[in-house]
């Protein structure tokens, strides 16, 4: 056997001894309901502090999270207003996705989270930001639930489509919460 | 070189995912081969110290455990390339 090969064989399993990480974390954000926003937001808290490039693709229901608490009422017609009504946006009022009881439910899991130590979507939405996690919304959705730009919290990166969130999701970890 | 901790992070009482966010943003303040201790109590914290140093290149050399408490020493990666 020639050095050459044997030299070549080394390469060979050096390379296969990598551990094969992607630095890049992609996750669809397609529930506004505190239990899936919750762990969404501790994922991409995470892979930020993992040093991961950590992009959150809010869209449909999705979007309501990224709401003003202090907004109430959405839209422009009847039906997004009503919409607003209905499902109150901002990341203070999600309601868990069972056992709600008329917000009992999640004021209940706020008070565990507390008396845990675990942060709030809030101040995870906060790290977020702070960590530089990409938070974009969903064009198409915020034309056609009625929310404006100004609706929406600051620190989010210009609304995008489709396109520009697979594109991002091109050889990224992907999660679709 | 002498072996002294750098900077000490009290992270007794956080739950996932605190302890490593913390850590994380501490650890970009370090200089190259300073160390970092860690003091925590979530027991999540074991597993998730030592993924975090192995996804991060950033070498975990110590994870020690006493009475419920946690203590995980890290030190600062050498600059990639």
Not at chain 1, 38 to 65: E, H, S
Not at chain 1, 68 to 86: A, C, D, F, P, Y
Not at chain 2, 18 to 41: F, H, N, R, S, V
Request: net charge negative.
């Amino acid at each position: 056997m020639s050095v050459n090969t044997i030299e070549q064989q080394l390469a060979e399993q050096l390379v296969a001894a990598q551990p094969t990480t992607t630095n890049r974390l992609v996750i669809f954000a397609w529930s506004g309901e505190l239990d899936k926003i919750w762990p969404t937001l501790i994922l991409a808290t995470t892979g930020a502090a993992m040093g991961k490039d950590t992009t959150v693709f809010f869209t449909f229901w999705g979007l309501f999270p990224l709401v003003k608490n202090k907004v109430r009422i959405t839209g422009e017609n009847w039906m997004q207003r009503m919409l607003s009504v209905m499902n109150r946006g901002g990341d203070e009022h999600l309601k868990l996705s069972k056992m709600n009881f008329v917000g009992a439910g999640p004021a209940m899991m706020k008070s565990l989270a507390n008396w845990h130590h675990v942060a709030s979507p809030h101040e995870l939405m906060e790290m977020a930001k702070e960590l530089g996690v990409h938070l974009i919304p969903c064009q198409m959705t915020m034309d056609m639930l009625g929310l404006k730009r100004e609706d929406l919290i600051d620190g989010l990166e210009e609304p995008a489509g489709a396109t520009k969130a697979l594109a991002e999701a091109e050889g990224a970890i992907t999660l679709f919460i | 070189m002498s072996i002294t901790i750098a900077t000490s992070l009290d992270l007794k009482g956080l739950s996932c995912p605190l302890p490593i966010i913390k850590t994380a943003k501490a650890m970009k303040q370090l200089m190259p081969g300073q160390l970092l201790e860690a003091i925590a109590t979530d027991p999540g914290s074991v597993s998730d110290f030592k993924a975090w140093a192995q996804s991060t290149g950033n070498p975990l050399v110590e994870s020690t455990q006493e009475g419920g408490v946690y203590r995980f020493v890290l030190m600062k990666k050498e600059t990639m390339q």
